[in-house]
């Protein structure tokens, strides 16, 4: 399986779809990152000699798929993060949950604590010494296999926000189970997915809006005909908003 796929790409930035597995930044393991990947990518397309300018603007958790933004220049990394701390990039996941939440659609708020040395985060209800507010919208999108497909969309970018807050109602990512789940998917991953991002360029002043396609097994494909983007809904009387 290929380390990533480019969905979009400029002088200033590119947008992969990344595999779930491979770190976005180089950690304790050593690891080859996704970084490194699309660096050998850049230099081999554009035939670029030495080293080659690259930085995430943000980042997805190892087990986690889906869409990396990646700046090329220096200025479309700076521009590109003042989007991020503006919160002007919107960014849509999809999650595969066992427990369907009571509410069809609702927004949760919690305050949350990493613990560093663990790297694992609790959620709180209410404020507590250290801790950030993290906020997100969700709504299911339907039901296969006696599990569920959530789409989320966070407010804030809080480490492991969506698997955190998700679990914290009940609603545990399959496969994930630093925050409950039962037992592992066979590949290590968990099922969030990073689905889909929109923003205005940064350098262009365009709008940009980037899909990236679930990773190629059974389990997600399934999904596939949920997409509302498609219109492909199943025929669920939950699904009614």
């Known amino acids: 399986m290929k380390d990533f796929h480019v969905v979009y790409e400029d002088n200033h930035i590119i947008v992969v779809n ?13 690891d080859r990152t996704l970084t490194d990947a699309v660096k050998d990518y850049i230099k081999k397309e554009y035939g670029k000699p030495g080293d080659v300018f690259l930085h995430p603007v943000h980042r997805l958790d190892r087990p986690v798929s889906g869409l990396v933004i990646f700046a090329r220049t220096s200025k479309g990394l700076e521009r590109m993060m003042e989007l991020f701390r503006k919160r002007e990039v919107q960014k849509t996941y999809w999650a595969v949950v066992k427990r369907r939440p009571k509410e069809l659609k609702g927004k949760l708020t919690h305050w949350l604590v990493k613990d560093e040395v663990k790297n694992v985060t609790t959620a709180h209800d209410e404020e507590v010494k250290g801790s950030q507010k993290a906020e997100l919208h969700y709504k299911v999108l339907g039901e296969i296999n006696k599990h569920y497909l959530l789409e989320v ?14 679990a914290s109602m009940g609603s545990i990512i399959r496969g994930d189970l630093k925050y409950g789940y039962d037992k592992p998917n066979a590949d290590g991953s968990i099922n969030l997915h990073a689905r889909r991002l929109y923003f205005i360029h940064p350098v262009k002043k365009e709008p940009i809006i980037c899909k990236g396609a679930v990773p190629p097994n059974a389990f997600w494909e399934e999904f596939l005909e949920l997409d509302p983007d498609d219109f492909k809904q199943k025929n669920l009387d939950y699904l009614h908003e």
Request: glycine share 14%.
């Open 153 to 166: 969309e966070p407010i804030t970018g809080r480490p492991h926000q969506i698997r955190v807050q998700l």
């Open 18 to 30: 990344k595999r779930a597995g491979i770190l976005v930044q180089g950690d304790s393991t050593g």
